[in-house]
């Protein structure tokens, strides 16, 4: 079956950096489009970045701050992460689905088909 594994989380001050990664195993890695979305306490989950073949979107609050990447020859998706805010706080989650076609833009939590535990984020101020 689909797994999805994130680690690197942790706490950091305000202006440092975190890498999130996340380990895909159970699926064919490099034809899926693979996300990353936060969730706060008592909001929504919501879309940070996804990575496809053939496009790389990010949501407009982490353009310039957030870079999605990833190693299809480890099937590893990662989110490097600097000049963190405390607004940032959040657990961090991966997901994962096929693609319709190639530069479509996923970026609601429903369109994604397989989701890791998440990683827990503390920025502080």
């Known amino acids: 079956q689909v797994q999805l594994v994130e680690s690197g989380g942790g706490l950091v001050q305000a202006g440092g950096s975190l890498r999130l990664s996340c380990a895909a195993s159970?699926?064919?890695?490099?034809?899926?489009?693979m996300a990353w979305f936060r969730q706060a306490p008592g909001k929504e989950r919501e879309f940070v970045a996804h990575?496809?073949?053939?496009?790389?979107y990010y949501a407009d609050s982490e353009k310039g701050r957030f870079t999605i990447s990833r190693d299809n020859a480890k099937n590893t998706v990662y989110l490097q992460m600097n000049s963190l805010k405390p607004e940032d706080t959040a657990v961090y989650y991966c997901?994962?689905?096929?693609?319709?076609?190639?530069?479509?833009?996923?970026?609601?939590?429903?369109?994604?088909?397989?989701w890791g535990q998440g990683t827990q984020v503390t920025v502080s101020s």
């Open positions: 997901a994962a689905r096929l693609p319709l076609y190639g530069s479509a833009r996923y970026s609601r939590a429903r369109d994604y088909d397989y």
């Open positions: 990575i496809s073949r053939s496009a790389i």
């Open positions: 159970g699926l064919s890695f490099s034809s899926y489009v």
